[in-house]
């Protein structure tokens, strides 16, 4: 099957469109302004057949004397035939004859007119056309009256010719000038296509510059950037997860790698010499025990960190925060004792309006969770303190429950540090407090704390402070269960770190 194929670009199917479009709508109005100028034209025709009354003499004849009749001068280019009342045409007639007349039959009933109704018929000889009118004359005659329609021929010929002459004009003119105007048209387009080009060579911060709401394509470039912010955001992201992919393995593996060479330098020298004495055998198989259980604590660790990732699985039931921090807190006094703990009611500050607690009170503050997970987290929290505060550095545990702001926590604010989402500013959250007066965190380690496998001294063992997974994996407990893990940085000396947990709604 063949015919024309559509142009594939769009700028010509525009131009081809347009083009069509207006040749047709020129084509339409010539036709009508012919159809109405030949229709004109034939109106003033007939009514100079309708208005035309010959002479008395001119339409008396004697049909008995055969020849011509008196010639009388007739208006213009009019004719006049005549039929007997058998309806056979007489040889007589009125007008000139030096041009050729109307084809006439000779038989009045051929003649297609009707009385009144003029018809167009065509010339005996050559190619003209003649008007005709039929009419009742005396002596039960009838008069065929005739005009040539060489004017209005010539006209409409004219007409014809003009009109086509124009219509080639018109054609060419609207396909320059529509190639003109499309591309005009089409220059934001243009532009998103060089844009395009350019981002897919791997400018990726380019956008679209037409985003004009009011226009189909500024709406088009509005909504083709909005998709390239999210697609450049989706590929940092991953970049971004990937790298702490890598790091996280990495991190993993140096961790790994330092007791299992411990333990498989123990046990090579276990097997290589028979002359040890009973304590450098007890002493390395010490070592060895104490670096497979450091293994299987950051074992243990990872697992948790990965299953909190995966599939959090957590209780839901009323938990007191109060009560759970009393028991965290006796339990550090008792494993702990250089570190002085106390445990007071979150601190009213002057521009703290909203706090809910009172000072010197300590209120129950109840929360939806598994008690087991957020228990962990304020253990975690005590243990840090612990470790990174020089003995006799005193502890403060604060629980209370109060409006999410600047001061109270659960919202951005200068100098505090969390990997989870802000609450909205008034939100009724539950918070702990654990904050130490020891010698601080400087402003670098402070930013990645909450990372996997950070320490803030990475050459400490387990026993000096672990392998950096700790508050990562309280920070998983804190948004499993909805809130945020945050660290505040603000005051004159040591680190607060702070639980915030949205309260149930009042019943």
Do not use: C
């Not at 007489?90 to 038989?107: C, I, N, R, T, V």
């Amino acid at each position: 099957m063949t015919g024309l194929r559509a142009p594939r670009s769009l700028r010509r199917r525009l131009v081809l469109g347009v083009t069509a479009l207006a040749t047709l709508a020129v084509l339409a109005a010539e036709l009508i302004g012919f159809v109405v100028l030949r229709s004109w034209l034939l109106d003033g025709v007939d009514q100079r057949l309708a208005d035309f009354r010959p002479t008395p003499a001119s339409a008396f004849l004697d049909t008995r004397r055969p020849g011509k009749p008196e010639r009388e001068a007739l208006p213009s280019d009019f004719r006049v035939y005549f039929y007997d009342a058998r309806g056979n045409r007489l040889p007589q007639k009125l007008g000139l004859d030096d041009e050729p007349g109307p084809q006439l039959p000779d038989s009045i009933d051929r003649l297609l007119p009707t009385e009144g109704s003029p018809v167009s018929v065509a010339a005996d000889t050559g190619d003209g056309n003649w008007r005709v009118l039929r009419r009742d004359g005396p002596r039960d005659l009838t008069v065929v009256i005739a005009l040539p329609l060489d004017t209005v021929d010539g006209a409409t010929s004219k007409i014809l010719w003009l009109n086509g002459l124009l219509l080639i004009i018109t054609v060419a003119a609207l396909w320059v000038l529509g190639r003109e105007v499309v591309r005009l048209s089409l220059l934001p387009l243009t532009r998103m296509e060089r844009t395009a080009e350019a981002i897919t060579a791997g400018q990726l911060d380019l956008r679209l510059p037409d985003t004009d709401p009011q226009t189909e394509i500024g709406r088009l470039g509005t909504v083709l950037n909005t998709m390239l912010d999210r697609l450049q955001q989706a590929l940092h992201e991953r970049e971004t997860s990937e790298t702490r992919l890598r790091r996280f393995v990495a991190d993993a593996g140096h961790e790994l790698r330092t007791p299992l060479t411990a333990i498989q330098g123990f046990a090579q020298l276990a097997l290589r010499s028979d002359r040890r004495t009973t304590s450098e055998r007890q002493e390395a198989d010490r070592h060895i025990a104490q670096n497979a259980e450091r293994m299987s604590l950051l074992v243990d660790d990872l697992q948790l960190l990965a299953q909190l990732d995966r599939h959090p699985d957590y209780q839901q039931e009323h938990v007191d925060l109060l009560s759970l921090a009393a028991d965290a807190v006796s339990s550090a006094a008792l494993q702990r004792p250089g570190h002085p703990v106390s445990l007071s009611p979150l601190r009213e500050r002057p521009t703290d309006t909203n706090t809910d607690a009172e000072e010197g009170e300590l209120d129950v503050v109840e929360v939806v969770g598994d008690p087991h997970r957020l228990r962990q987290i304020v253990e975690n929290l005590l243990s840090n303190a612990h470790t990174h505060t020089p003995p006799g550095s005193r502890i403060h545990v604060r629980v209370g429950a109060g409006r999410a702001g600047a001061r109270t926590g659960g919202t951005h604010a200068p100098g505090r540090i969390s990997m989870a989402p802000s609450f909205p500013a008034g939100t009724r959250v539950a918070v702990i407090e654990v904050e130490d007066d020891g010698p601080g965190l400087p402003a670098a380690d402070a930013a990645r704390v909450f990372e996997r496998f950070y320490r803030v001294d990475p050459a400490r063992t387990r026993a000096r402070g672990g392998s950096g997974l700790g508050l990562a994996i309280a920070t998983a407990i804190a948004e499993g269960h909805g809130g945020r893990l945050e660290l505040d940085t603000g005051q004159d000396r040591g680190v607060t770190f702070r639980l915030v947990l949205p309260l149930p709604p009042a019943s």
